[in-house]
Antibody, heavy 120, light 107 residues
Framework: EVQLVESGGGLVKPGGSLRLSCAAS????????MNWVRQAPGKGLEWVSS????????YYADSVKGRFTISRDNAKNSLYLQMNSLRAEDTAVYYC?????????????WGQGTLVTVSS | DIQMTQSPSSLSASVGDRVTITCQAS??????LNWYQQKPGKAPKLLIY???NLETGVPSRFSGSGSGTDFTFTISSLQPEDIATYYC?????????FGPGTKVDIK
């Protein structure tokens, strides 16, 4: 059974940093691209970042480019999101999601999410 | 960047009703359109990929159609467990965008 478990969320002050983790199990982690998707309270879904299976390709939404860094450790079956210079508008539940691609690209498994609150 | 619109933003229907949600892309995205269901307090769940392919394990009352810029998601017979918000999502040129969502309620 595919499982994705996020951790690392919490309360942080504006301008602060936080590192999210996602522990994967139940599939060959090193064969899949991975993603972070967030959802602000009461709002819709927003794609944040993607990383290819070997970390060769990395993409970010414009809203986080230059502040967030996605990475992975295939030996540990883990995905990470380093978030710096946090702003109030980064407050959201952050989901880890597995990517599946052909010509299309979509998210076939999701974690339960971890809440990040940016507030003074 | 490609923008996605969904309509309606919310709807109420009776159990057994046919429910239809539309999603429109600002540019041609071929069939690179996917649909998710999100129940309150839960993570999203993939229902439909490539505009019309049903994800494994998803009930057959859910279906999708369309290509280019106009897409449709249908629940053929609404069930109480289908209460959720439904999102479309597109993939184009290494960017991924979700629609604003459609909240479905039981009347």
């Amino acid at each position: 059974e595919v499982q994705l478990v996020e951790s690392g969320g919490g309360l942080v002050k504006p301008g602060g940093s936080l590192r999210l983790s996602c522990a994967a199990s139940g599939f060959t982690f090193s064969s899949y691209s991975m993603n972070w998707v967030r959802q602000a309270p009461g709002k819709g879904l927003e794609w944040v970042s993607s990383i290819s299976s070997s970390s060769s390709y990395i993409y970010y939404a414009d809203s986080v480019k230059g502040r967030f860094t996605i990475s992975r450790d295939n030996a540990k079956n883990s995905l990470y999101l380093q978030m710096n210079s946090l702003r109030a508008e980064d407050t959201a539940v952050y989901y880890c999601a597995r990517g599946r691609r052909g010509g299309n690209y979509y998210f076939d498994y999701w974690g339960q999410g971890t809440l990040v609150t940016v507030s003074s | 960047d490609i923008q996605m619109t969904q309509s309606p933003s919310s709807l109420s229907a009776s159990v057994g009703d046919r429910v239809t949600i539309t999603c429109q892309a600002s540019q041609d995205i071929s069939n690179y359109l996917n649909w998710y269901q999100q129940k309150p307090g839960k993570a999203p769940k993939l229902l439909i990929y490539d505009a019309s392919n049903l994800e494994t394990g998803v009930p057959s009352r859910f279906s999708g159609s369309g290509s280019g810029t106009d897409f449709t998601f249908t629940i053929s017979s609404l069930q109480p467990e289908d209460i959720a918000t439904y999102y479309c999502q597109q993939y184009d040129n290494l960017l991924l965008t979700f629609g604003p969502g459609t909240k479905v309620d039981i009347k």
